[in-house]
């Protein structure tokens, strides 16, 4: 009886340090992955980080490069940053930051990659898009940006983005080459008076007017999207 007694303690400690080990196991796995999650994420918009655009912008050249297809890439960059933070304080910069942020994650594709590159900078990764069909959904996200409003005080501020298109591979031949591009459509953008769209300036036919109202390119083909820059 003694021994059946002293195999019965011991089956049940080694149940429980089963589970212990169990817990443990499991607390290190959601650790590991908040770790993973915390690399490649910005803690003030909830984005995706430069890190991890670095790593995803070469993936994704890949795959076009393995089928066919488009690839667009978008600059974003908040209009007058600087001027906010510094007549509005920094918690009022944030909270505009949280709504470009927020903004991007519910009006994008779930296959667009948007990310945040710095400051007030920011970076969407569209995979299969079009210039055209880039253009305007960064045309409606312009609009619907501006539309918000955040009240500092008896003060309520209405921000703005300035944007610049390229496309793999209708405007660079490498995956390193591809942001660069976009910047310089974005400065474009910023010397054209701010608080539009433009897309990177090539041999390509596509090239587009920023549109004041986005909802006039829906409806309209490639044809009549060439046409309209044309005129």
Aim: glycine share 6%; hydrophobic share 40%.
């Amino acid at each position: 009886m003694r021994n059946v007694t002293a195999q019965k303690v011991a089956a049940e400690e080694l149940r429980l340090a089963n589970e212990q080990l169990q817990a443990k196991l499991v607390e290190i796995e959601q650790l590991q992955g908040k770790l993973r999650d915390d690399a490649i994420r910005d803690c003030m918009t909830g984005l995706y980080s430069r890190r991890y655009l670095d790593e995803t912008l070469q993936r994704e050249v890949a795959t076009v490069n393995r089928g066919s297809g488009y690839l667009s890439l978008v600059m974003l960059d908040i209009d007058n940053f600087k001027n906010i933070n510094d007549s509005f304080g920094h918690k009022t910069g944030d909270v505009i930051l949280q709504n470009l942020g927020r903004l991007l994650q519910e009006q994008t594709r779930s296959s667009d990659i948007a990310c945040r590159y710095g400051g007030e900078e920011f970076v969407l990764v569209m995979p299969g898009s079009r210039v055209e069909n880039a253009y305007q959904l960064v045309e409606q996200l312009r609009l619907a940006f501006g539309n918000i409003k955040v009240t500092c005080g008896e003060t309520t501020l209405q921000a703005t983005f300035s944007a610049g298109i390229a496309v793999y591979p209708v405007h660079a031949v490498t995956a390193d080459e591809l942001l660069p591009l976009a910047d310089h459509a974005l400065y474009q953008a910023k010397t054209a008076g701010r608080n539009c769209v433009k897309i990177y300036e090539s041999s390509q036919p596509f090239h587009f007017k920023p549109y004041d109202n986005a909802e006039k390119l829906l409806g309209l083909n490639e044809y009549d999207l060439l046409n309209l820059n044309r005129n």
